[in-house]
């Protein structure tokens, strides 16, 4: 049905533009049409050249950090001091390793890294259970948002930023709602969908 189509669209779309982006970044041909048409907005947000300069130098620093502290880390906010302790050459570190998952691991330790692991497996999979009953584009359009942010996250510091975070919290957190109905003292159902509208539309504008 064109529901279940829809399902489907709002779900790759998001990891189908990862992957094209992550592809021409790192392809000659993707840096090629970075060089000929540096102003073109497609190329522009399809080819990150940083994604094999300088996050690769900062992704290697966290990943050393984290293998001298595996178990506690080295503490929050303090990948700007591990940066600069593991960095190869001089003026190459970083506040933010520009993967967020990997910035808590190297802060807080693999007990940590796993808790967050586990809270968005487990979230995800209940949306993902109401996403395929119910079909509403408001709460498909929203599992995408909070699908796109979570990827993202992957290569940027957005969470880092506590107007982003908490907007994904939110929305997350509303999807989580619905996904289980029959629980008492949860508030009318348009109202949680309208929520759910509400802070979709802030997480795709940010």
């Known amino acids: 049905s064109w529901k279940k189509t829809l399902v489907m669209c709002f779900t790759l779309f998001p990891i189908m533009i990862l992957f094209l982006s992550v592809f021409f970044s790192l392809h ?4 090629k049409a970075r060089k000929i048409q540096p102003s073109n907005w497609m190329v522009k947000q399809l ?3 940083e994604l094999h300069s300088g996050r ?3 992704w290697t620093q966290a990943w050393e950090g984290f293998l001298a ?7 929050w906010g303090t990948f700007e001091l591990v940066s600069l302790r593991f960095q190869k050459t001089p003026n190459n570190w970083s506040k933010y390793t520009h993967n967020f998952y990997l910035q808590v691991l190297v802060e807080s330790g693999i007990f940590a890294f796993f808790t967050l692991l586990t809270f968005l497996i487990l979230s995800f999979v209940n949306i993902w259970r109401l996403v395929k009953k119910n079909r509403n584009p408001i709460i498909v359009g929203a599992f995408a948002a909070v699908l796109a942010s979570s990827l993202h996250s992957f290569f940027d510091f957005d ?3 506590p107007a982003v975070f908490l907007t994904f919290l939110a929305l997350l957190a509303n999807l989580i709602v619905l996904s289980k109905p029959k629980q008492s003292l949860l508030p009318n159902k348009k109202i949680r969908i309208y929520s759910v509208s509400f802070f979709s539309r802030i997480q795709i504008t940010q």
């Open 28 to 31: 000659p041909l993707g840096i």
């Open 47 to 49: 080819v990150k050249p």
């Open 56 to 58: 690769v130098n900062y």
């Open 69 to 75: 502290r595996p178990l506690l880390g080295w503490g």
């Open 159 to 161: 969470w880092y930023f």
